[in-house]
């Protein structure tokens, strides 16, 4: 109807049809970009974390003096005191030196904390 109305204002029609398909288009594809960098960043902390824990467990196992999973006031010193295990926690974002200052609060009850507890 518009093009035997007016063959000017059927191209401005068309041109505007056109921009907006565009516009919704980058749009979504903006959504999607977003999505999967956010996905991504999800992935990679879950990675870092994994590898951290997996450390942690091999470290925690040699020096768990006896063999309970439970990791006594000692054996967090000497964890602390392990350069692969500070390492494994400073890449996770935890503060080994700050980690030190919590120790007496973490083992106020001295029964011991589970391995898995603590991560």
Do not use: H
């Not at 191209?11 to 907006?20: D, E, G, I, T």
């Amino acid at each position: 109807e518009v093009l035997s109305e007016s063959y000017p204002v059927a191209f401005l029609l068309f041109v505007f049809v056109l921009v907006a398909a565009i516009t919704v288009m980058n749009m979504l594809i903006g959504v999607l970009c977003q999505v999967v960098t956010a996905v991504a960043a999800v992935e990679k902390e879950e990675m870092v974390v994994n590898m951290a824990k997996s450390k942690l467990e091999s470290v925690v196992r040699t020096l768990d003096i006896d063999q309970d999973w439970l990791i006594s006031k000692e054996e967090f010193a000497g964890l602390l005191d392990s350069p692969s295990a500070a390492k494994a926690l400073e890449e996770v974002g935890v503060d080994v030196v700050g980690l030190v200052d919590y120790a007496d609060f973490i083992f106020e009850n001295e029964a011991g904390n589970g391995f898995d507890k603590t991560l």
